[in-house]
């Protein structure tokens, strides 16, 4: 049988972390004999919410049992961590935790459509408690506990997450208390030997334009560093780089991270707030704001919407101003600004209109059939057979061409996909499965 447990909601602004409360339930089910059915899920949501914290990730841990008594004593346990590490950050209003026991015995269990559905609702929209409770209510598997606050919205989308179909890892340190609230700072060769050494599999760890790790965060959490990779077995090796001193264990998790899986293609008149959409139109103009910001009116067929560049996206921003006049996509999520709805740019697509172009191409000999040679401006000869012509004008087709203009590493957020990954990576991805704790912890 196979038990899914999601967690959500059990950190605050002053401090904590979700996936250290995961990290926490783990140690807990190979402590008790369990086995795990995959790596554990890290599953970011709707980057836009105003509400949530940091990230917005909500954690998965799959779980394979016996009985549905085991999976219930186990779910009891996780219930007082929960409750215990929500009372300790401040969250207990919000944290949530969503048990779901299937008889399938692989994850994620197929025909579970409902939890599906609130996925996608949870990551490209905003929904409710009420809401996600109705999903629940349809789920084909035997609910073993929905309590707490919001945290249940994101908990119960996590487990309906298609990792299957893309998926990235990300192998999480977690600091001893001691640590906590002055996060040691790795030095910046080491980040970039650690970037260097993830290659061909890595994702952006460091931000060479701006020479700045992008691999620790700034909160007030446990989480020393996150590496993050294509595959799982670079992350285990590059683990032994990171100093041991500073951390108590560390986590591999399957996530849905750097996949754009946010983002949805819609007509500006459709777009409400919190929506993350890709909307194309025409650049009716660019204006500059204080602080180093651009504002981009956008037009489609039927109605106009603002775009803000901000001085975050770096040379994104700069290249702002020239796309006044053009037809561009623009990727993002968005929210009401100064009253007006506002897309908060995330990438910008323009294609070149440029399909067709007159060109004197040689032609081929008449007699031998080889490619002639140009021998002036207007005539070809074929060197075989001595036959000349005078060049002939055709129409060339070409392809149009596309331009990804993208902003400073630094500024990606944790599900935006980068464009040469959108150019390598081949979907569906489907699911290979940790076959052992080892595959998952790292201990010291």
């Given at each position: 049988m196979l038990l899914a447990i999601g967690v959500d909601g059990a950190d605050s602004p002053s401090g904590g972390c979700t996936t250290h409360l995961a990290s926490f339930i783990l140690l807990e089910a190979r402590a008790e004999g369990l086995r795990p059915a995959d790596y554990p899920w890290l599953v970011r949501l709707n980057p836009s919410i105003p509400h949530k914290t940091r990230g917005n990730g909500a954690l998965v841990v799959w779980l394979k049992v016996d009985s549905e008594d085991e999976a219930r004593s186990l779910v009891k346990r996780v219930e007082s961590m929960v409750e215990e590490y929500a009372e300790a950050t401040g969250s207990?209003?919000?944290?949530?935790?969503?048990?779901?026991?299937?008889?399938?015995?692989?994850?994620?269990?197929?025909?579970?459509?409902?939890l599906e559905q609130l996925y996608y609702i949870a990551l490209r929209g905003v929904t409710t408690r009420r809401v996600a409770l109705e999903h629940l209510e349809a789920t084909r598997g035997v609910i073993i506990d929905a309590t707490g606050g919001n945290g249940v919205i994101g908990a119960a989308a996590a487990i309906g997450a298609r990792l299957d179909i893309d998926h990235t890892f990300e192998?999480?340190?977690?600091?001893?208390?001691?640590?906590?609230?002055?996060?040691?700072l790795l030095p910046a060769a080491l980040v970039k030997y650690i970037d260097f050494t993830l290659r061909p599999y890595g994702l952006p760890n460091y931000d060479y334009v701006n020479d700045k790790p992008l691999i620790q965060p700034h909160g007030p959490d446990p989480v020393l560093a996150g590496i993050r990779a294509e595959e799982p077995h670079p992350l285990r090796l590059a683990a032994r780089l990171v100093p041991h001193e500073y951390y108590t264990h560390a986590v591999l998790y399957r996530t849905n991270q750097h996949t754009g899986v946010?983002?949805?293609?819609a007509m500006i008149s459709n777009v409400?707030?919190?929506d993350c959409v890709r909307i194309c139109g025409y650049v009716e103009s660019v204006r500059d704001q204080p602080g180093g910001h651009r504002i981009a009116r956008i037009c489609d067929e039927e109605a106009c919407i603002d775009a803000a560049f901000y001085r975050e996206l770096g040379k994104l921003?700069?290249?702002?101003?020239?796309?006044?006049?053009?037809?561009?996509?623009?990727?993002?999520?968005?929210?009401?600004h100064r009253g007006r709805l506002t897309l908060n740019v995330e990438r910008v697509i323009l294609e070149d209109a440029t399909l067709a172009r007159i060109a004197r191409i040689a032609p081929?000999?008449?007699?031998?059939?080889?490619?002639?040679?140009k021998v002036s401006s207007t005539s070809y000869a074929c060197k075989h057979c001595g036959v000349e012509v005078r060049g002939v004008t055709a129409l060339v087709e070409l392809r149009p061409s596309r331009r990804v203009l993208e902003p400073d590493p630094s500024a990606w957020h944790h599900l935006y996909m980068p464009y040469v990954r959108a150019l390598r990576i081949?979907?569906?991805?489907?699911?290979?499965?940790?076959?052992?704790?080892?595959?998952?912890?790292l201990t010291r």
């Open positions: 207990r209003s919000k944290a949530g935790i969503v048990s779901i026991l299937y008889p399938d015995s692989n994850a994620p269990p197929p025909g579970d459509t409902s192998l999480l340190f977690y600091m001893p208390p001691g640590l906590w609230g002055g996060r040691p946010h983002i949805r293609d409400k707030p919190y921003t700069k290249k702002a101003e020239s796309l006044e006049g053009l037809n561009a996509c623009v990727e993002g999520c968005a929210r009401i081929t000999c008449p007699i031998c059939g080889r490619r002639m040679k081949i979907r569906p991805r489907g699911l290979a499965p940790a076959r052992d704790w080892g595959e998952i912890l």
